[in-house]
């Protein structure tokens, strides 16, 4: 079964889902004033971040593979 991340405005917005990029979606999301929603993830090969969705843009914060071994879920 998919996890999904969704947002609510004048129509609620699938932002993410589990499947193709993400195994594992972790919990409490956010959404800062301009939009951009942060959450924390575990890639389909294990690696786990940070990443934010900026515009439709996807973009990796930090991640697991760099600087940092492992991030709480």
């Keep these: 079964m998919a996890t999904r991340i969704y947002i609510n405005g004048s129509a ?5 889902v589990t ?7 972790c919990l409490f ?19 786990s971040g940070i ?4 515009e439709g843009k996807l973009s990796s914060i930090s991640d697991s ?5 492992s991030f709480g879920s």
């Design 65 to 69: 593979g760099n600087s940092f071994e």
């Design 29 to 47: 999301p956010d959404i800062n004033d301009s939009g951009t929603v942060s959450f924390s993830a575990v890639l389909k090969n294990g690696e």
């Design 12 to 16: 609620q917005e699938e932002i993410t």
């Design 51 to 54: 990443y934010i969705l900026k």
């Design 19 to 25: 499947g193709d990029i993400f195994n594992e979606l």
